[in-house]
């Protein structure tokens, strides 16, 4: 099997990453050499590939990374795929500079590991109730020398009397029977699914969360399409002051916020 023959066996662009996955060649550099013949145990390792692409894997998860605000993160299946819907969750968080950060539901680090790279000199505290999500984000720490907290605990337990001046979270908020599940079966449902109507972790977390906020402090959480509304509602009747909703890069509100006196 040619370059050019493994890049048709599935869709173009993702032959072309998985390929280059397992050959540590460059899509530029495959792309420039369509007659080269791939060694048999490359063709056979890249045809696996395909095999689990057909039956639905996410890419991420074939190659075993996923790129998430200019980092490279190690995933697998006890881990949600970082999306780049996420960043812009990074993105609030680095405009208002904090000096200690807490981020609930870590997964695989990403906003965590993120936010310390722009803001190295930020204490960074990130939670996570799953300990092999948790093994994950070390990972990823160590891999990008990044010192974070981490904490194997669910939402705010272990926090004491813990204040931060930011509070960060991309919690669950998909709503139980959501026909869009069927699309994500490989992804763990404990990070995806959320109660009836997917708000029962940011009912978890919002009315906890300025016990822990430092004067000042603000609590920015990731929802789900249509859910701004409600969550708004919820981050008001917390007490929480300048409620806010942002859009992501499609105009859809994405992440809603509010702060502490």
């Known amino acids: 099997m040619t370059v050019g023959e493994a890049l048709r066996v599935i869709d173009a662009r993702e032959a072309r990453l998985l390929l280059a996955s397992v050959t540590g060649f460059s899509e530029v550099s495959l792309l420039s ?6 060694a048999p145990d490359v063709a ?20 075993g990374t ?8 190690a995933v697998n299946p006890a881990v949600l795929i970082p999306r780049p819907e996420t960043e812009l969750l990074v993105d609030l968080a680095l405009e208002r500079k904090p000096s200690t950060v807490l ?11 993120a936010i310390k790279k722009h803001l190295p000199s930020a204490q960074v505290c990130a939670v996570e109730a799953s300990a092999a999500a948790l093994a994950i984000a070390q990972r990823n720490a160590v891999k990008h020398n990044l010192a974070v907290d981490f ?38 449902q404990g990070a995806l699914v959320s109660g009836e109507d997917g708000l029962d972790a940011i009912r978890e977390i919002v009315p906890e969360a300025p016990r822990h906020l430092a004067p000042g402090g603000w609590l920015l959480l990731e929802h789900g399409i249509g859910q701004d509304e409600k969550v708004r509602a919820l981050l008001a ?13 499609a105009g859809i509100p994405r992440v809603c916020g509010g702060k502490v006196k």
């Open 33 to 38: 050499n369509l007659e080269r013949a791939l």
């Open 44 to 63: 056979r390792r890249f045809l696996q590939f395909t095999e689990r692409r057909k039956n639905g894997e996410p890419i991420a998860y074939i190659v």
């Open 66 to 73: 996923r790129e998430f605000y200019s980092l490279e993160l």
């Open 103 to 113: 981020d609930l539901g870590t997964g695989s680090g990403a906003v965590a590991l």
């Open 151 to 188: 904490v194997h605990a669910r939402w705010f337990e272990g926090m004491g009397k813990r204040r931060f001046e930011l509070i960060v979270s991309n919690p669950p908020y998909i709503a139980a029977g959501d026909p869009h599940l069927k699309d994500l079966s490989y992804e763990p």
């Open 237 to 249: 009747a917390a007490g929480l002051e300048s409620v806010t909703s942002w859009p992501d890069l």
